[in-house]
């Protein structure tokens, strides 16, 4: 988050300011505090957050803001009791905003103040009721300047589709619970939608598209139903399915691959089972750059797997159950992915990370997911004797209580990895703050992106900002619990205010 000027201020937020200053002595903390709990209308790079909490008492001073935006986000909330200084907010910011974000919509909240916003072109909108009908006039008159449009609602189709009329959208989200409405008539005024995702239960009515990627998220859809719509994209460059497909189905993809979409770069789906002829269909697509294949065939045989040589293929994730991950299995995969950067792996089998390495010697980002925490005893294995100088990413998501530093402390303390720039910890394990972590994150010196999504401090007293000012971009979650929560808050304005591009997360 960028320093924000005090000095923008007006005179009775000042005061307000002053007046508590005298109470905490710090000035630095207190306008810190002041800003985050009373402002309520921040910079984020170029992102106007309003929410409606206190928005009347910091209202004077956006309006005497020296400060401009191309971002807006909005809760919706505020439309009810704080409307006047909304709309007074975008007369005075809206020139230059082109993305807003508005959440919480409701069949009461009027779209009126979206007019104001005269250069919009990304609109995304969150629905929590949608038994209302908005109706088409002058106040939705900008709706044809927007490109990219993201809808979600928690409670049915809401009725502002018939408002994009002009078919300027190309980048298309919904993603709806309880699909309760055809948006045939939407379809039929969209010809120039490029990208479409979203949890459709019936494919028939966008036919009339012509996509270039496709993003199916309902793992329920008939795949029948799906390879009947695929027939009618030749021009996809980007296909993802939930949707499993069945054994009963594997013998419709080879031909669909390579008489409907030969033209295919991303791949990302789903099967019951391999065989060799899809695997030999998938090596004839000359443009596929990146292949993600999920397989849930309890008796998997690798060799089919492996039975082709992809040689353009430069991205592979893996999701596998009851495969050995073996040194042999790695080889195998090696001769069939000769030109890998990155590799993905998701199994719930035992994997030792050096072997990885050591075979994949010219991998440049390398992700682990293991599901069974008995894996990680494996993983990571004293015996390493490489220098991986061409490994940059790093990332892992395990399952368990708490991730197991010390594992990795081989691999790192030997610098064996002198070139990796983005570090990134998903799951449920914990990591925790402490001097083995301060040691850890010493040895790798050019570490420019470190994500941890599940955090514990051990010591509020142990200094860990001068370890981590170097790191250019933090995205740090803490899991406390409510009596926690302020000392976290203190720890963060103590520890971090070095850092200058960061992202915490506090989740209770």
Known sequence: MNRV????????????????????????LTCKRFYAAICR????????????????????S???SRRQFNEFQLDA???????????????????????????????????SFLKHLIKLEHLEMLFTKTDAEYQKDDETENFF??????????????DIFHLFTHGVLDNVIIEIKNFNKDLDKFWATQPNIKKLKGNFISLRQMECLKLEEFISTNCNIDVSEVVNFLKSQPNLIKLELEACVKESQLQIFPNLLLENLNNLQILNICFEELSF??????TKLKNLKELS??????????????????SNLRKLFLEISETSITREFLNKLKSSFPCLKVLSLRTDMPLILYELLNIFCEIETVAIDLWDQLAIGDFFH???????????????TFSGKRFPISCMNNLINKNFLPNLQIIKFDGLSQITFNEEFHLWIKNLPKVQLLIIKNIKIEDEDFDISEKLNKIKNLDITFNCTCDHIEGIRNFLDEQFDGIKCKNFTIKK
């Open 5 to 28: 000027n005090v000095l923008d201020f007006d005179d009775h937020v000042l005061e307000r300011i002053i007046n508590y200053i005298s109470k905490r002595q710090n000035l630095a």
């Open 41 to 60: 209308v921040e910079k984020y790079e170029m992102k106007l957050l309003i929410e409606s909490a206190t928005l009347e008492d910091c209202y004077e």
């Open 62 to 64: 956006i309006m005497n």
């Open 77 to 111: 909330k505020a439309l009810s009791s704080d409307n006047v200084y909304v709309i007074s907010s975008l007369k005075l910011f809206g020139d230059n905003i082109t993305k807003a974000n508005v959440n919480y919509l409701t069949s009461k909240d009027s779209l």
């Open 145 to 158: 300047r927007i490109k990219n449009l993201h809808v979600n609602s928690r409670d049915g189709v809401p």
């Open 277 to 282: 002829e899809l695997m030999i269909s998938l």
């Open 293 to 310: 294949l999920q397989i849930f065939e309890d008796d998997f045989d690798v060799s089919v797997l492996t039975s082709v040589v992809f």
């Open 382 to 396: 004293p015996n390493v004797d490489k220098n991986y100088k061409n490994l940059t990413e790093l990332h892992f």
